[in-house]
């Protein structure tokens, strides 16, 4: 089993090395000055204790949903010179905790975010030290960051995904769906907003663990090449093609999305833009379009936001490297170079913050495995991010765009939408 | 009755007076560079004749679709010098004919050039002498090109639009609807999209004749305030409101989008967009912030395209003074500074393609009244702008875009889209 070191989280340290840091009393300086970060933050309804064990901020406004407690003064400093990095690291070295509801405690603090119409000065003190949006992926780097997330091991994804291994929002078309019968479902919605005819080539840019190009195949009656540069992603891909018999419609090729080579009636990514670097955008859309035939389709799903912001310091460095959310704007920089249409563009937002809702419960069941696998560091720092996430897509900080696009001048497309809401999908994938 | 003069528009004249203009004879070099226009357009599918009888280009690749004749030389100098513009105005005066079916010979036209993926040569030459895309529209600007458009009559427009007077796309649910059912299934489809409740506080910026508020107050109880700058379509709004019962729940103010005052639920612009410069969508956006309580949501419908290109400078100039119909990335100017989310975008192109046509279709039976009203060269250059937004439609050069969007917070959005498939549709406005 693998062990995630995380060398930058050493023991207490007093900034200073004197007894100031050692004191357990709370200066008036330090209370002001984490009122005022609050007040920048539109005060979160939720209550703060610091490390003498008492209360020194609580929302002014509301009744506090969530109670945060500083273990100790060195992380309030930390905390106030990045925030965003700061947080998740305490948190994960138990430095910081918070009693009662994760999700409930992020989301108010994402909630009172959200709703502050301008983008303040806030915006200035926390971009410090983030990453900057319209970086580029190398080759090597999009390797390396994709080993860092997708090769933490097939166990351990196993744990808390579909048994398919879908890793990206699901479709619940009746809120009791369960998490396999939304992952379905939302591959039934993609396929028929593509509206696939048996016999069409399909190529799919980012495949993770190969779920949309076995369910496309088995059910649609289409050949998909599937392309993906995780090795254990594309291994375990074709495993399963093989012992399902899908192995003569499916190629997984180990590859870039910039390789991708041949003709195909239907373009198809879910949950790769994330980890394509805004300036490669247009690069996109350039192998869209060698890509497609002149009566071609496509469709790209991903995590989206209203304005353009980086994701938080602390996703980047220990959860996504290299990973942006891009606005509805700048994803057009990948259909408007070719001319593409924008058919349809639908937003399932709360749909994420549902799946996500499946994967930490499931999580938290196999908290003891995990826990063999991984550090408490590591647990805690996975807790924090399916957490942070469901807040993310329920205050609405995070979006969940789906796009659907055409060659401009193809007549074809459906008269309208209805046919996505009307009949049965196909029988569920597996037994 | 008005009369349109057109002063530009003179009696032929040679371009150097001599009797080179006036031989019938045409040149190589005429030939050439028009076979160079044609090429550099993609090569058209259609056929052309010069002012000696004989054909000078048809389509290398595939069976001419129609046959434009140019009718004298200076006419064929004047559309070298500015296609765009020239065509236009001659076809209107009668320099230019075309045999046949004028929207297939205009699609086959609009189609090669949708199909030449990259932006080239063409569009530096089209471009000579447009509109700049990026002008803004003062408020006494906008009134006078209102007036251009709009104040044509209300006579006119009762010609040959549906009995409520909607004059802006429509969707067929089924293909068979009438215009007047497409209209009415129009309005419903945007109402189900922002989900009104009764007694719900609506705002309309850019009312026409006031179709939507009266549809809305009647069918779904909600009170709209409708703007509009247009004297004669406020004055046949309110007439109408009156006449049906409807004026205790709707307000038709003649003022300008920009003086929208009030909160409101919803905010619902149809097929004002066009009017507003690029530069003023961020007042736009600002327009509809301060209008929208903290739940509310709007919908936004207007023509689009792919890539940011200006109007044909003869639609500038003898149709819409300045419009402009933006591309999605444009449109992200209203919603993203004030952090609107995107809910839903929906691109109903063939819709209006197939609204044109019912629009084509009652023009031409009414051709004697609208003689009787207007000179012949309005009458062609109706047909000619009707008939080229069809084609415009059908060859993807236009699209047509419904934007939902919400305050970023906003829950208690439709948990899916099928509620817009589902169920009927209130009764007919109008028995």
Redo the contacts between chains.
């Keep these: 089993m693998k062990s995630h070191k995380h060398p930058l989280v050493t023991p207490t340290r007093s900034v200073d090395g004197g007894s100031w840091a050692g004191s357990r009393h709370v200066s008036p300086v330090e209370t002001w000055l984490f009122n005022r970060l609050m007040d920048l933050m539109g005060d979160p309804a939720v209550s703060v204790h610091f490390w003498d064990g008492r209360e020194h901020y609580r929302c002014p406004h509301s009744q506090p949903v969530g109670l945060m407690r500083f273990m100790d003064r060195t992380t309030f400093w930390r905390l106030l010179a990045n925030p965003t990095l700061h947080f998740g690291d305490s948190f994960s070295a138990g430095r910081i905790q918070v009693e009662g509801d994760l999700v409930g405690f992020i989301e108010a603090v994402y909630?009172a975010k959200?709703?502050r119409?301008r983008p303040g000065a806030l915006q200035a003190l926390i971009k410090r030290g983030l990453m900057r949006p319209g970086r580029s992926n190398s080759l090597s780097d999009s390797r390396d960051n994709i080993f860092h997330h997708y090769d933490l091991g097939n166990d351990f994804y196993r744990l808390w995904l579909d048994d398919e291994m879908a890793y990206t929002c699901a479709y619940?078309?009746d809120?009791r769906m369960t998490l396999e019968q939304a992952q379905a479902a939302k591959l039934d919605h993609i396929a028929r907003k593509l509206q696939l005819r048996p016999g069409e080539q399909v190529v799919e840019a980012g495949c993770g663990w190969g779920g949309l190009a076995r369910h496309f195949a088995r059910h649609y009656g289409v050949h998909v090449r599937a392309y993906n540069i995780s090795p254990s992603q594309i291994a375990y891909a074709r495993e399963r093609a093989q012992a399902e018999g899908l192995d003569d419609r499916i190629q997984y090729i180990q590859d870039d999305y910039r390789n991708i080579r041949g003709k195909y009636d239907v373009f198809v990514s879910v949950g790769m833009l994330e980890h394509v670097g805004v300036r490669d955008y247009k690069t996109l859309g350039r192998v869209i379009?060698r890509s497609l035939k002149d009566d071609g389709r496509g469709l790209i799903h991903s995590i989206g936001q209203?304005?353009?912001e980086p994701l938080s310091a602390w996703t980047v460095k220990r959860i996504f490297p290299g990973a942006y959310t891009p606005?509805?704007?700048q994803m057009?920089d990948i259909?408007?170079?070719?001319?593409?249409?924008?058919?349809?563009?639908?937003?399932l937002?709360?749909h994420y913050a549902k799946t996500l809702e499946h994967w930490l419960a499931r999580y938290e069941r196999h908290e003891g495995e995990v826990r063999k696998m991984f550090d408490d560091f590591f647990v805690r720092a996975w807790r924090l991010y399916l957490s942070a996430s469901i807040a993310n897509f329920?205050?609405?900080?995070f979006?969940l765009y789906q796009v659907v696009f055409t060659?401009?001048?193809?007549?074809d497309?459906a008269?309208?939408?209805?046919h996505?809401?009307?009949g049965q999908p196909p029988p569920q994938p597996r037994a």
């Design positions: 909630d959200v709703r119409t619940f078309a809120p379009d209203n304005r353009p606005t509805l704007r057009m259909f408007e170079n070719p001319g593409f249409s924008v058919v349809d563009v639908e937003n937002r709360l329920r205050a609405g900080s979006q060659r401009p001048s193809k007549h497309m008269w309208t939408r209805a996505l809401y009307q």
